[in-house]
């Protein structure tokens, strides 16, 4: 059996809060699954599977979110944010079997998370909250989403390839660490970034994965950001990625805006330097590694955690 069957256990993103309005549905497709997020009028978000368990319609195309349920297009089933049927217009009594299922939603930092575990197992862990998101001295995210076709271990592995940067990012690494903990992989980063628009960049970075698909980067400096990456599995060969930076605000709302749109162009220019690598390479299970790359096997070793069962509570 393969080290990465199906898909890792844990928290992943699968939509920004501003996508979702009071009323709004927004139709998923993670996992290799459709599901159906809308948000309530308390201003909860639920995630349902998408289709009806009546005779299947897709409760996200044509359905319709009332208090803080959602109305099935096709005969009109109303069932609530935990997948119970509350209504059937036309009959006396609600079929015991009419329960789609609900998945484990939290939202945080301004994003909308999920909870995957294959064994339905409950949450182990929790996604920490980011002070700097909604302080009113930084600046909202700026964000992208790309589509890409790859395995997420791909975009993990960057965690430990300090080989890659100076040749894929033209970046000079002078400090390259990791650490590990049973949830966390961090990277710690000294060097100089040559932005390709020209100028120099002496950074500092610490970026933080906290369980397999959701990843903060902390950068001090001139201009202190936070930038954001997660990856979720669309199905077994493909992620969506989403992106983004906040900055510590600079002058005024406009001036902002400008940088952290910098930042994330920036990121952008980044990833579709390993985009390209990592949609045409092979996964190599015994790599030739050399006594100068990253410490590759202790990370692949934390990652495929993720992929085994996932235990009831985490040590740390
Ligand atoms: S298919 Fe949804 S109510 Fe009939
Ligand atoms: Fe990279």
Redo the contacts with the bound molecule.
């Keep these: 059996m393969s080290a990465h069957e199906g898909y890792p256990w844990g928290w992943f993103v699968v939509g920004f809060s501003d996508e979702i309005e009071v009323g709004g549905i927004k139709n998923l497709k993670y996992f290799g699954q459709h599901m159906v997020a809308f948000r309530g009028e308390d201003g909860n978000v639920s995630i349902l599977d998408a289709y009806?368990p009546?005779?299947?319609?897709h409760l996200g195309v044509g359905g319709t979110v009332e208090g803080c349920t959602i109305r099935?297009p096709?005969?009109?089933?109303r069932f609530d944010g935990a997948g119970t049927c509350v209504e059937v217009p036309y009959a006396k009594r609600i079929p015991p079997k009419a329960k789609v299922k609900s998945w484990h939603v939290v939202e945080r930092n301004g994003l909308v998370f999920l909870w995957y575990d294959r064994a339905g197992g409950p949450p182990n862990y929790e996604i920490p909250v980011l002070p700097e998101y909604g302080d009113p001295e930084w600046g909202p995210w700026d964000v992208k989403l790309l589509h890409i076709k790859t395995h997420p271990r791909e975009v993990i592995e960057n965690m430990a390839d300090s080989g890659h940067f100076p040749r894929v990012h033209g970046t000079h690494v002078d400090l390259f660490e990791n650490e590990f903990t049973d949830l966390l992989c961090i990277q710690r980063i000294k060097g100089v970034a040559y932005p390709r628009g020209g100028g120099r960049d002496d950074f500092e970075l610490e970026a933080t994965y906290y369980g397999p698909g959701y990843h903060i980067s902390r950068m001090e400096g001139v201009m202190a950001s936070r930038l954001l990456l997660a990856h979720t599995p669309v199905d077994e060969n493909s992620i969506d990625l989403r992106f983004g930076a906040m900055i510590k605000k600079v002058g005024d709302e406009a001036k902002t805006k400008l940088y952290s749109g910098m930042y994330v162009k920036n990121l952008q220019v980044g990833f579709e330097e390993d985009i390209e690598i990592w949609e045409n390479k092979l996964y190599r299970d015994r790599p030739a590694l050399c006594d100068g790359d990253g410490p590759i096997g202790k990370l692949r070793r934390w990652y495929r955690r993720f992929y085994a069962d996932a235990p009831a509570s985490l040590g740390d």
């Design positions: 009806c009546h005779l299947g319609a099935c096709f005969h009109a089933w």
